[in-house]
């Protein structure tokens, strides 16, 4: 019967052509030890079955292993007839069978026929016997040639596992059969007196074809096995470090190592995390917020992390840049003088209105006041297809504070932006974090002179949950916001700036007014003055469905003379002076039906002079 380890000494080759014989049905993909059990399994359920294969193969290899066990009796019993003296005529013939060795069937014909007259006294019973004998030998040396010739391979590729252990117990067995046959013994007695030196060479010559087939044998089998092993240590010794890179914000703990936090996981804690040590931090002079992209390595025993093993690039700059670069509280901070250009590709009539009435810049501190149910989101939405379409140098972010996880999965799918967003049923403490960190990456970027949008909807949650984090310090205002609360929001809102020698942070976040809540009016006053831009909209006009829903005569923006040209500024003047006579209702009325018969903003200005 099988065991596990005579399957496991045998090659893959020999597992797959014995399941193929048992007719055992394995994958493709399926490695050794697979088909090993799968043997092991059929010989459970099929023991019968498997132990007939395994006499069969057996056999055959008994057979095979037979023939040259018998080569040495046999070649004496041919050549005794020389032995004894003949007539004249007779030794010619034994002088040419020395010449004449090679061609095996050519001495079974004259030897024959010399032992049958060289013996005439024994009795006819002895001399059949010794004929049937001689013509029986002569077959088997036919047989044995073509053995050796043509099924030697096979043989040794099929047989490779049974090693000279199953070979020896075989050939005792052999040698104990053949004194049980007594024409054999008679055959064998009278040679065993009378050895000829020819024979005694030939049969040496026949020992040693044995032993060379045996030594065959043994350096095919020892060949194989070094491949195998060689295989084998190659695939141990492979080496995957260094194939594969990866890319993440990096986040310092307070213990001065790192995790490169992956923003499919809108930067929090996850499995995918990369381990970045303090040297490396030291070395590279990173901060938290880096966007690392960098080599890996698979994570060593006992460890839980993949790890940095090489950083190529930070913010899109090389490493000696990232050493050399100003921090972002020193950089300069300029009024904007680059406008977006919002009437471009993918423009809308809300983007077009707002592009005339509230022009936004590069560095821009704008605010969006919105009583709820106003369209904010919608309109949030539209400024940033806007700006995808027309700025592709822009990196924009979209962060989304206590929001529906609908309008976040709407969001991620209309906007060509990075999403982060922290749903209302997550903790005060996560919307925190991803805020902090969304801050820090936008920083580092402007840091190497990127130009970076953030869009936050909505600011007013976001303070709610730094108020929420605080620790109570004892000093409460009206509607229960703690005094010191609102610093972190003011701080992030207030990173907007448009720096000297390239680089801008612009934030366009959305204040909730008119909420039935008195925090929400005191976080809204706070903000008040702090935007470079506001752009209110008002709800007596999404009321009469009239979208964009926006104040036209209480929106605007600081030096819009920096973003606008002269014409278009002259112009603007003059419109306003017009409507400033109109309501904020009838205003947006006039505006949003004269807009749509034009193409463009410029054709429109020019229409109203008109």
């Known amino acids: 019967m099988f065991n596990i380890e005579t399957l496991r000494s045998k090659s893959v080759t020999e597992l797959t052509k014995i399941l193929k014989d048992l007719g055992v049905k394995v994958a493709r993909t399926s490695n050794e030890n697979d088909k090993i059990f799968a043997i092991l399994d059929f010989q459970a359920s099929n023991p019968k079955v498997a132990k007939d294969y395994i006499n069969a193969t057996e056999t055959t290899s008994v057979t095979t292993e037979e023939a040259p066990a018998e080569k040495p009796a046999k ?3 041919r050549k005794a007839a020389p032995k004894k003296p003949a007539a004249k005529p007779k030794t010619n013939t034994n002088t040419k069978a020395p010449a004449e060795e090679p061609k095996a069937e050519e001495k079974i014909e004259e030897k024959v026929p010399a032992s049958e007259e060289i013996k005439p006294e024994e009795p006819k019973a002895e001399v059949a016997a010794v004929n049937e004998e001689s013509a029986a030998n002569a077959q088997a040396k036919k047989k044995r040639k073509r053995v050796s010739t043509n099924t030697a391979n096979t043989e040794v590729s099929q047989e490779r596992t049974e090693t000279p252990k199953n070979t020896e ?10 004194p049980n046959n007594p024409q054999q013994q008679q055959a064998n007695r009278p040679q065993k007196g009378h050895n000829h ?6 049969q040496h010559k026949n020992q040693n074809q044995q032993h060379q087939q045996h030594q065959n044998q043994n350096q095919n089998q020892n060949r194989y096995s070094e491949k195998a092993e060689e295989q084998h240590d190659h695939k141990k010794e492979f080496n995957f470090d260094g194939l594969v890179s990866i890319e993440g914000v990096l986040e310092i703990l307070p213990d001065n190592y790192g995790f490169l936090r992956s923003s499919d996981f809108s930067y929090i804690s996850s499995p995918d995390d990369v381990y970045v040590s303090t040297a490396q931090i030291r070395n590279y002079g990173l901060k938290t917020g880096d966007t690392v ?26 490493l000696a840049f990232i050493k050399d670069r100003v921090a972002f509280e020193y950089l300069t901070p300029l009024f904007p003088e680059e406008k977006f250009n919002l009437t471009g590709n993918n423009s809308t009539i809300s983007t077009r209105i707002v592009d005339l009435f509230a022009p936004i810049g590069k560095g821009q501190r704008a605010m969006i006041v919105a009583q709820p149910k106003t369209g904010k989101t919608m309109l949030l939405k539209d400024i940033a297809n806007s700006i995808a379409a027309n700025h592709p140098e822009v990196y924009m972010m979209v962060l989304l504070i206590d929001e529906r996880p609908e309008e976040v999965t709407d969001m991620e799918r209309s906007v060509n932006a990075e999403v982060i967003a922290s749903t209302f049923d997550e903790a005060a403490e996560k919307h925190v974090k991803v805020a902090n960190l969304v801050l820090a990456k936008a920083q580092r970027m402007v840091e190497c002179g990127h130009d970076v949008v953030i869009l936050l909807d909505s600011i007013t949650r976001l303070a709610r949950a730094y108020n929420t984090v605080t620790p109570a310090s004892g000093k409460v205002l009206s509607g229960g916001v703690d005094a010191n609360a609102l610093h972190k929001p003011k701080r992030f809102f207030g990173a907007a700036r448009k720096i000297e020698g390239g680089g801008s942070l612009t934030i366009i976040a959305t204040a ?55 014409v278009t500024s002259q112009r603007m003047w003059i419109f306003r002076k017009y409507l400033s006579e109109m309501n904020p209702v009838e205003a947006m009325e006039f505006v949003n039906k004269n807009i749509k018969g034009t193409l463009n903003n410029e054709e429109f200005l020019m229409s109203m002079n008109k």
Request: charged share 35%.
């Open 293 to 318: 992209k960098g080599i890996v390595r698979l994570p060593k025993e006992g460890e839980k992390y993949f790890s940095l093993l090489k950083p190529t690039e930070v913010n899109g700059r090389d």
């Open 75 to 77: 070649a004496p019993a």
């Open 197 to 202: 030196p020819q024979n005694g060479g030939n």
């Open 512 to 566: 909730l007014i008119d909420t039935g809540s008195k925090m929400d009016e005191v976080i809204f006053e706070e903000f008040k003055g702090t935007g470079n831009m506001e752009l209110q909209l008002d709800r007596k006009i999404a009321n009469r469905r009239i979208y964009p829903a926006i104040d036209l005569i209480s929106s605007s923006t600081r030096r819009d003379d920096l973003l606008l040209d002269e």
């Open 169 to 178: 117990p075989q050939e005792p067995a052999q040698a104990d059969e053949k």
